[in-house]
């Protein structure tokens, strides 16, 4: 790498807290730091998600991009190159160890996916070639297949069979391209695998066809020696009006149906998760108790605008929270935290891609500790055990062992007076969990 890129960013470094004011330091985030018997690196696995920081323009719906990048006024397959060479730039004063990409982030289509592959294969080479100059892995690598209008009905879910070939073909090409730069993960986020209206749509065909995708994609990640983590990423809506993979419950449901939780798990995003109405702690918790957490897009969204901002994370409480979860799970395995996230659109300077990955990253790594200190005292582990000790014991444990039926319970309960069933109820005391949790937050990080 000859040119520079950033010449007004160093490298990041980690400068504690000291100082209130944010600036090019990490406040938390102290990579190599040994906290809860892992460092801090290995429980989070930063990546960054090649799409939003070199790809991203800060378009939206309403107006034309604001972004100012050193590679503005480039094209082609010139673009794509001059992105590798800053990525790696990036990616090293970050101080990150992961990034992630979709397979038309890196590399512009030609007329046919021949072509196409062919201009996607000349850019990984790049990626192996920087890898082994830098030691930087890919947490995963996914398939876009919703931008190009011929995804305008679905591609696995499609109605048009030649389209469900192309899908397939495109993620042949995506897992071989897995392998060959190491991915951990290979991830499927179904943009448009979802309906606009019941109207025209067979759901139970296109859901079926869903999952013979999903089972040959597998077969093939076998057939070639694959070992990376096969993963599913829940999105209610936006573009379509409904998908399939609605949230972490719904997508685990599909899984179970075609036979497919046993070989892939779930990678979650926080604004997902608000979209489909549920809080991130919820999606991750479903997840986790399901024995299918596989990975997590950390982003946030503003509650109170029904689609997807991709804002880097900052709340405290939800990444506390969204912590706790990877904690009770021991870490995230093979997954890790990608910031599918972007700048706001007026943090238009290349400045501010460096000041929105370092509050995403401070913000999750004072999660980790506050998390890892609730766990260690048990905060919420001691006030749940002894909220449901009534099973531990008696009739309880005769309900969780199977040893009752619905005519012992009518005898236990039949005469048993209403003040005797209330003197058995506790108070849930939300109010003093919370207030207990903002003190873990404030003393932990003071």
Same mark, same amino acid.
């Given at each position: 790498m000859t040119k520079t890129y950033f010449p007004n960013v160093n490298k990041i470094p980690f400068v504690g807290t000291g100082d209130l004011k944010s600036g090019f330091g990490y406040h938390y985030y102290d990579a190599d730091k040994v906290v809860g018997g892992k460092k801090m690196r290995d429980w989070m696995r930063f990546s960054v998600a090649y799409w939003h920081t070199f790809g991203q323009q800060l378009d939206d719906i309403f107006g034309a991009g604001t972004a100012i990048r050193p590679w503005n006024g480039l094209t082609g397959m010139d673009l794509a190159k001059a992105r590798v060479e800053a990525s790696f730039e990036f990616y090293d004063k970050m101080g990150v160890d992961f990034f992630c990409f979709h397979d038309r982030d890196v590399a512009p289509e030609g007329d046919t996916l021949r072509e196409t592959n062919k201009n996607l294969d000349?850019?990984?080479?790049?990626?192996?070639?920087y890898q082994k100059q830098t030691g930087m892995k890919v947490l995963w690598n996914t398939a876009n297949m919703f931008t190009n209008p011929r995804f305008v009905s679905g591609a696995a879910s499609s109605p048009f069979a030649d389209i469900f070939a192309y899908a397939a073909a495109q993620v042949k090409e995506g897992l071989d391209t897995a392998k060959k730069v190491g991915s951990s993960n290979y991830v499927f986020w179904g943009?448009?695998?979802?309906?606009?209206?019941?109207?025209?749509?067979?759901?139970?065909?296109?859901?079926?066809?869903?999952?013979?995708?999903?089972?040959?994609?597998?077969?093939?990640?076998?057939?070639?020696?694959?070992?990376?983590?096969?993963?599913?990423?829940?999105?209610p809506k936006e573009p379509m009006m409904h998908q399939y993979d609605f949230d972490a419950a719904t997508t685990i449901a599909f899984m179970k149906t075609y036979g497919l939780d046993g070989t892939y798990k779930l990678n979650l995003e926080g604004n997902h998760a608000n979209l489909a109405g549920h809080s991130y702690q919820h999606e991750i918790r479903t997840a986790r108790e399901a024995g299918l957490l596989g990975s997590l897009d950390a982003n946030q969204g503003d509650k109170l605008i029904g689609w997807d901002l991709d804002?880097?994370? $900052?709340? #405290?409480?939800? !990444? *506390?929270?969204?912590?706790?979860?990877v904690v009770e799970n021991g870490g995230l395995g093979k997954g890790g935290l990608n910031f599918d996230a972007k700048p706001r659109r007026s943090s238009f300077t290349p400045e501010d891609m460096f000041y929105a990955h370092i509050v995403g990253m401070d913000t999750f790594s004072a999660g980790l500790l506050v998390a890892l200190?609730?766990?260690?005292?048990?905060?919420?582990?001691?006030?749940?055990?002894?909220?449901?000790?009534?099973?531990?014991?008696?009739?309880?444990?005769?309900?969780?062992?199977?040893?009752?039926?619905?005519?012992?319970?009518?005898?236990?309960?039949?005469?048993?007076?209403? $003040?005797? #069933?209330?003197? !058995? *109820?506790?108070?849930?005391?939300?109010?003093?969990l919370k207030d207990t949790l903002n003190h873990y937050i404030i003393d932990t990080l003071k």
């Open positions: 000349e850019i990984t080479d790049m990626f192996v070639e943009g448009r695998e979802g309906y606009e209206s019941l109207l025209n749509t067979d759901m139970k065909r296109e859901q079926e066809h869903l999952a013979k995708f999903f089972h040959m994609a597998a077969d093939y990640a076998k057939e070639i020696g694959y070992e990376g983590q096969l993963l599913l990423e829940p999105k804002e880097f994370p $900052s709340d #405290l409480y939800e !990444a *506390t929270l969204a912590m706790y979860e200190r609730l766990k260690e005292d048990k905060v919420f582990e001691n006030f749940v055990a002894d909220r449901y000790s009534s099973y531990d014991a008696g009739l309880g444990a005769d309900i969780e062992a199977g040893k009752v039926d619905f005519k012992t319970l009518n005898d236990y309960a039949i005469d048993k007076p209403q $003040s005797v #069933l209330l003197a !058995a *109820t506790k108070s849930g005391r939300i109010e003093e």
